[in-house]
């Protein structure tokens, strides 16, 4: 079993910055893949950014240039950085560890103001 704990969200400006933590716990070796997700009132869930555990990043067109996805192997931690926050980020973020199987974690809102 593997527990993921996010935190970092909030309320933030627009053009302002927040870095999202998701910290893994468990059976953490079995994790290759580690993502973001983020969900809007109303919008399905989607894919922000991932990371394996050799470093292969991939990014939601949108988040490019703006978002950074980084992990820390030691520590069980995957990291978001984002930058140039814009209203439209608004969202719950989740954070997702794939062995398999798949674990979720409880969600984190950031709340983007203009």
């Known amino acids: 079993q593997v527990q993921l704990v996010e935190s970092g969200g909030g309320l933030v400006q627009a053009g302002g910055s927040r870095r999202l933590t998701c910290a893994a716990s468990?059976?953490?070796?079995?994790?290759?893949?580690m993502s973001w997700w983020r969900q809007a009132p109303g919008k399905q869930r989607e894919l922000v950014a991932s990371?394996?555990?050799?470093?292969?990043?991939n990014y939601k067109d949108s988040v490019k240039e703006r978002f950074t996805i980084s992990r820390d192997n030691a520590k069980n931690t995957v990291y978001l950085q984002m930058d140039s926050l814009k209203p439209e980020d608004t969202a719950v973020y989740y954070c997702?560890?794939?062995?398999?199987?798949?674990?979720w974690g409880q969600g984190t809102q950031v709340t983007v103001s203009s």
């Open positions: 997702k560890a794939v062995g398999p199987p798949t674990y």
């Open positions: 990371i394996s555990r050799g470093g292969l990043t």
């Open positions: 468990g059976i953490t070796a079995t994790v290759n893949v």
